[in-house]
């Protein structure tokens, strides 16, 4: 069977690769590209993810699409308000016809010969791959196990009489009204199902082994709302993702500059919100503010949760599992009728797939990045991977442009590959990530380095980023062209 060919593929239908389709078909027109996703329906994270409460842990006006106005007027919002967003966006630009469902990626090949990719894919099922080609592959899978969340091996958990659930794959049909609940962790997950889960379990206990820093807002936006009430939608939009990409880049860079500080006045918030009685212990984190990143409460919702006594937080280590709960290093007890170990996910870089160049196979961990969306001999091929200190689609967004632009710059000087690589042999190697978080720590070393100068420097600043990625030329030193 002849292999389906086409000039572009993307990988992974979430909100990346919707973001990829939109520019692809908006900054060039005449090339034909595909969306491949190995599930049955779009949405990615947002499609996956099903437990209560799930929403954004940013703000919509950048966690949204560049090109197409939030007008909704909650800024924090639930999951499926995101993936009516997604839909919606799908329909409008005329994008649902690129979509090839159900279609995993397991290997991908690239021939200098040729100066394309095969891709080896395999339907749900089905025990024969199909082959496609493309001249150029947009990776836009996410950056995590999408079969599997990470869950520690407790002690004792078989001795557990009670359900033991990840988030990551909540059940449907979960009943918890009045139910005695453990939520292991202290990230975004955990502070988001358990003021929901207080809505009707008879009560919730949040184990935590640190504390994480977390910080209240409104869902809505006033003056956003406003300003859409009055102007028109896309110039309300622009301002408002202005004014939040502004606020963030001053938060985090106050935070780095005078992080003591900053502690201070996000714990302050705290104590303002559950009174100076309150032990903060619980919220006194050991690191610096954004060495992992910062929790979203929208409307104190957690806060009010704990001064309700519909839940509490506890920090403490597990000792074992009992057959009624959780026994603590400290001595204490914690009953349970079903414990939820929001513990964190499995990185995952590229989905997982199999990468071979001429035949050698590829080992990332072994690459460096350029302008974090290329990789050190790698041909014609780009990783969509957001922020961890703003939102993710910021950062896609202009990797997902980029890109056009690059394919673009070949067309017209009639190149047919283009391969980032390091001059400087002796240049100094640093993780890819500056992040302390479990699930970026226990992978840290698989993934692609960054490095101490040129486009090797990663900078996690959309400001800087927007300028290098959308701005600065395409031919420079480290682009090879063929």
Known sequence: MTDQHYDVLIVGAGISGVSAAYYMQDMCPDKSFAILEGRESIGGTWDLFKYPGIRSDSDMYTLGFAFRPWTSKKAIADGPSIMKYLHETIEEYDLEKKFILNQFLKKASW????????????????????YYTCNFLSMCSGYYDYKNGYMPDFAGKDDFKGQLIHPQHWPTDLDYSDKKMVVIGSGATAVTLVPELAKKAKYVTMLQRSPTYVVSAPDEDKIANWMNRVLPSKMAYSISRWRKILFQRLSFAAARKWPNFMKKLMVGGIKKEMGKDYDLKHFWPSYKPWDQRVCLVPNSDLFVALKEEKAEVVTDHIETFTSSGIKLKSGGT????????????????????DFEVDGASVDFAKTVAYKSVMFSGIPNLSLAFGYTNASWTLKCDLTNQYVCRLINHMDKHNYSSCTPTIQNKDMELLPFLDFTSGYVMRYLDKLPKSGTEGPWKLKHNYIHDRLTLNRSKLDDEAMVFA
């Open 334 to 353: 914690i009953e349970a009728d079903i414990i939820v170990s929001a513990t964190g996910l499995n990185m995952q870089q590229m989905g997982g797939v």
């Open 111 to 130: 021939s200098s010969k040729d100066a394309r990719w095969k891709l080896e894919v395999y339907a749900k099922g089905e025990s024969e791959p199909t």
